[in-house]
């Protein structure tokens, strides 16, 4: 079994401002890890994921995030966000081809 | 680009009436997933379906859910008999066969059970 915790629900910053929304998964086996955004009244919208190779993974918008099989972990950061940022974010994990497994989500409120 | 299209956005329907959520997936993937989101809550998987048959499924998903691929194109996800608790936005993904696991979601269809 897997599963997927976002410590953080809600991450206020003020906007330009560097930003990480923390994710750490178990499982049993090795893992593939991912990153959604969901703007207000909108789907689900891939960021950036990691499947093999380089640990740091860049995604769209500016974000990237480093998988750390030790801590097993896959942070998401931006060194400077913007408004237009304003969203909840999804960590997900899949161990085969098969289903995703998501966190509760860390809410992203940046403010001028 | 290529995106998976889900018919309505948002449905209300009475409790206890049937409710058939409607996908497109992208044309050329091959596995097909439903996941629902209570209000506030996380998303939650469903069902997964490949080669025309439910490869794997969650344990909401009960004998009152069932899906389809009628015609090659749609994927469909009916609720027989809605309950309040139904209420939620359900997401459909699609996916290819090839290992880059790209996963692509629709925008969501929000029922309302009232």
């Known amino acids: 079994a897997q599963s997927v915790t976002q410590l953080d629900s809600q991450v206020p910053v003020f906007e330009e401002a560097p930003v990480e929304l923390r994710c750490n998964y178990s499982s049993s086996v090795s893992v593939y890890l991912f990153w959604y955004v969901q703007y207000p009244n909108q789907g689900l919208q891939l960021l950036l994921k990691?499947?093999?190779?380089?640990?740091l993974v860049k995604g769209i918008n500016g974000f990237e995030a480093e998988f750390n099989k030790s801590q097993t972990s896959f942070h998401l950061r931006k060194p400077s966000v913007h408004i237009s940022d304003t969203a909840e974010y999804f960590c997900?994990?899949?161990?085969?081809?098969?289903?995703?497994?998501f966190g509760t989500g860390t809410r992203l409120q940046v403010t001028l | 680009e290529p995106e998976v299209t889900q018919t309505p956005s948002h449905q209300v329907t009475q409790m206890g009436q049937e409710v058939i959520l409607r996908c497109v997936p992208i044309s050329n993937h091959l596995y097909f997933y439903w996941y629902r989101q209570i209000l506030g809550q996380k998303v939650e998987f469903l069902v997964s379906?490949?080669?025309?048959?439910?490869?794997?499924k969650s344990e909401i998903f009960d004998d009152q859910f069932s899906v389809e691929r009628p015609d090659g194109s749609n994927f469909t996800l009916k609720i027989r008999s809605t309950k309040l608790e139904d209420s939620a936005m359900y997401f459909c993904?699609?996916?290819?066969?090839?290992?880059?696991?790209?996963?692509?979601f629709g925008s969501g269809t929000r029922l309302t059970v009232v």
């Open positions: 997900a994990v899949s161990d085969t081809a098969s289903k995703l497994t």
């Open positions: 993904a699609s996916r290819d066969y090839d290992r880059n696991y790209g996963y692509t």
């Open positions: 379906f490949y080669n025309n048959e439910i490869s794997e």
């Open positions: 990691y499947l093999s190779g380089s640990t």
